[in-house]
């Protein structure tokens, strides 16, 4: 798989607010590994206070993270078009809300932007899903990313399939090597998890 060293990587986040704990660390990896890590996050992660934690303080942190001011506005990240091109764009947590606009082109917050922009440059998109309705109604939203050209999905499965049926989540330890292999327009394989409730929730 290809080294991530060098390569100019977006990290988007959007309000999937338990599961920021999870992608953090996967900053720091790219960072380690020598990636030039650009966040980007949506209104909602910039702009909701919730038990998990203020906007203000995970803002800090990725900041400090990254060592960069997160892009924050649609016009901020117009560079990342034709003049600043990303190598490749995560979004991680990935909503279901956001998910849906994907799916259907929209682009009215900086993450989804980006990702558009991305795509227009023919360069690969990562996605880590979290989101209660993967298997309901937002179903036909996540089958029509995964058959588009460009986009690529860290390995996910059931969190909780008992008390949240419909709920699908990325194992965001595989984050890295989804990167790693959508580099070379490749899915990491297995797509989909074996439910392991260790793995999944903590």
């Known amino acids: 798989m290809m080294n991530v060293k060098g390569k100019r990587i977006g990290f988007g986040l959007t309000g999937s607010h338990t599961t920021y704990h999870k992608?953090?660390?996967q900053m720091e990896k790219l960072m380690a590994a020598g990636a030039d890590v650009i966040p980007i996050v949506s209104y909602t992660v910039q702009n909701t206070n919730t038990t998990y934690g203020k906007a203000a303080d995970h803002i800090a942190k990725i900041e400090s993270i990254t060592k960069r001011q997160v892009i924050s506005t649609i016009p901020g990240a117009e560079p990342l078009g034709p003049?600043?091109?990303l190598d490749c764009m995560?979004?991680?947590p990935l909503t279901g809300n956001s998910l849906?606009?994907?799916?259907?082109a929209f682009s009215d917050s900086p993450v989804l932007f980006s990702a558009k922009s991305t795509m227009r440059n023919q360069n690969p998109i990562v996605l880590g899903i979290s989101t209660n309705d993967?298997?309901?109604l937002n179903?036909?939203?996540?089958?029509r990313l995964m058959a588009s050209k460009l986009i690529y999905f860290v390995p996910y499965g059931?969190?909780?399939p008992y008390g949240k049926p419909n709920s699908l989540i990325s194992n965001m330890d595989y984050l890295v090597d989804a990167v790693e292999s959508a580099l070379e327009f490749k899915q990491i394989q297995p797509i989909i998890l074996p439910y392991?409730?260790?793995n999944m929730v903590k």
């Not at 849906?100 to 259907?104: G, V």
């Not at 179903?139 to 089958?143: A, E, I, S």
């Open 100 to 104: 849906s606009k994907l799916a259907h």
């Open 90 to 92: 995560v979004i991680a």
């Open 83 to 85: 003049k600043e091109p």
């Open 23 to 25: 992608v953090f660390p």
């Open 134 to 136: 993967a298997l309901g």
């Open 139 to 143: 179903g036909v939203n996540l089958m």
């Open 196 to 198: 392991l409730h260790e």
């Open 158 to 160: 059931q969190d909780d």
